[in-house]
C-alpha cells in the first residue's frame, strides 16, 4: 500500500478541548466539527468527544444529517442554519439546533409549520451573517409571539478580528454586543478558537471551539496562550525514489527548480490530489529523518520532490512528515501563503487516515 496517511490523534483533541474548558470554565464549550472536523474525520471526532461536551457545532444541515444517521445523539447546532421550510422541518425531525441570521429565514420556518430549537446571530461587526445587533429584542419577541421557538434562543455574534490580540474592531463589537443584549434574559455565545485564547472578556454563556481542537493557534506565532496545544493530525507521505543529478539539470513540470550544484532528489508520494497544495513554492519544508528539507519543484497531482542533498541517511521507504508534531502546520503554511485552517481542510478523501486513541 501506498504509504501516504493521516495519523490522527483523539487523545491530542481532547486535551485540547479540555484546555479550552480550562480556559473559560464558567461557560459551556461546544465543539466545532464542521468540514469534516477540519480534515480530521467528523464522526471519528465526534465521537472522542460527545462524552465530554454539552453539545456539537457543524457547518451545514447535511453534516448534521450524517451525524444523527451514523448514531451521534448529542445535541448539534447547524452554524449557518437553514434556507427553506424543508430544512426546518428536516432539522426538527432531527432534533438539531438552528442559527438564525435573517427575515428570510423567519418566513421559512414560519412556512414550515414547527417550532425550533435556535440560537439568533447578531452582526455586530463582520457583516457575513446576522440581524442588525440593534434589532435584537425585537426579533427575539417576534419569534416567541408567533411561537416559532422551542426553548430560550441563545443569541450569539462571530468577531472579525479576534486573532488580533488588543484589536480595536473586537473592542467595538464586544460594546455592540453587550449593549444590543442588554436587558434579554438569555444566554450568549460570542468566542471562537482565538477568542477563548486571548480575549477572556468574550467568554459567556457558550464558547465555540473549533481550530484550536486540532492543536495550532490561530494567532500570531509564540503567542503564549497556543503553547500547551497539541498537533492532532501528522500528515506524512512515503519517500519512493532517490536519484542524483548534475548541477543544471531541473526537476519536474515547467522546470522550475534547477540545481545549483550535484544534488540528491527525493520523491515522495504525495500530491495535490492528496491536499497537499500545488503553490507551495520551491523551500516549502518537509521533516525527514530528523531534519528538515525543501520542496524542489512543482508539485504533481501524485507526487512532490524535495532537495535531499547532504542527507546522507536517508532511504527509499523513509517517512516524511508535511506537517505535524514535529513540523507544525503554520510554519508549512507561512511558506505557502495560506492558513493552517485551508490545508487541513484540503487533505482529501484519498488519504486513508490512521486514529490513535480511538
Same mark, same amino acid.
Given at each position: ?20 474548558? +480550562? ?22 471526532? *465526534?465521537? *472522542? ?12 444541515? +447535511?453534516? *448534521? ?34 442559527? &438564525? ?82 436587558? &434579554? ?36 506565532? /509564540? ?30 513540470? /515547467? ?27 520551491? /523551500? ?5 529523518? /530528523? ?68
Amino acid at each position: 500500500m501506498r504509504g501516504t496517511r493521516a495519523v490522527i490523534d483523539l487523545a491530542a483533541i481532547r486535551a485540547n478541548y479540555r484546555y479550552a474548558c +480550562e480556559l473559560a470554565p464558567a461557560a459551556r464549550t461546544m465543539p466545532v466539527i464542521k468540514a469534516n472536523a477540519y480534515g480530521h474525520g467528523m464522526l471519528e471526532v *465526534a465521537n *472522542a468527544l460527545a462524552p465530554l461536551a454539552p453539545a456539537l457545532a457543524v457547518a451545514i444541515l +447535511e453534516e *448534521a444529517v450524517s451525524l444523527r444517521e451514523a448514531g451521534v445523539t448529542s445535541p448539534v447546532l447547524v452554524l449557518e442554519g437553514v434556507h427553506d421550510a424543508a430544512g426546518f422541518a428536516e432539522a426538527r425531525v432531527r432534533d438539531l439546533t438552528v442559527m &438564525l441570521h435573517d427575515a428570510e429565514q423567519i418566513s421559512a420556518l414560519a412556512a414550515s409549520g414547527v417550532p425550533v430549537k435556535a440560537w439568533i446571530k447578531l452582526d455586530t461587526g463582520m457583516h457575513r451573517l446576522g440581524f442588525p445587533a440593534a434589532d435584537a429584542g425585537r426579533v427575539v419577541d417576534d419569534l416567541t409571539h408567533r411561537g416559532l421557538l422551542v426553548d430560550k434562543p441563545v443569541l450569539c455574534t462571530h468577531l472579525a478580528c479576534a486573532d488580533e490580540p488588543g484589536n480595536t474592531h473586537t473592542r467595538a463589537q464586544l460594546r455592540a454586543f453587550a449593549a444590543a443584549t442588554r436587558g &434579554l434574559d438569555l444566554p450568549r455565545s460570542i468566542s471562537n478558537s482565538a477568542a477563548i485564547l486571548a480575549w477572556p472578556e468574550s467568554h459567556a454563556d457558550w464558547n465555540r471551539a473549533g481550530y484550536m481542537l486540532y492543536g495550532d493557534s490561530p494567532l500570531p506565532g /509564540g503567542h503564549p496562550a497556543g503553547e500547551p496545544l497539541r498537533p492532532a493530525m501528522r500528515f506524512e507521505a512515503e519517500l519512493i525514489a532517490l536519484r542524483e543529478i548534475a548541477a543544471g539539470e531541473s526537476v519536474g513540470y /515547467g522546470a522550475r527548480w534547477t540545481a545549483e550544484q550535484p544534488a540528491v532528489i527525493g520523491t515522495v508520494a504525495v500530491g495535490y490530489g492528496d491536499g497537499y497544495p500545488r503553490h507551495a513554492p520551491d /523551500g516549502t519544508p518537509v521533516f525527514v529523518n /530528523g531534519r528538515i528539507a525543501p520542496l524542489a519543484g512543482v508539485v504533481s497531482m501524485d507526487m512532490i520532490t524535495i532537495d535531499l542533498t547532504g542527507h546522507d541517511d536517508v532511504s527509499v521507504g523513509d517517512t516524511v512528515e508535511l506537517w505535524g508534531d514535529r513540523l507544525p502546520i503554520q510554519k508549512v503554511a507561512a511558506a505557502v501563503g495560506t492558513i493552517g485552517y485551508e490545508l487541513m481542510t484540503r487533505v482529501s478523501e484519498r488519504v486513508p487516515k490512521l486514529y490513535l486513541n480511538g
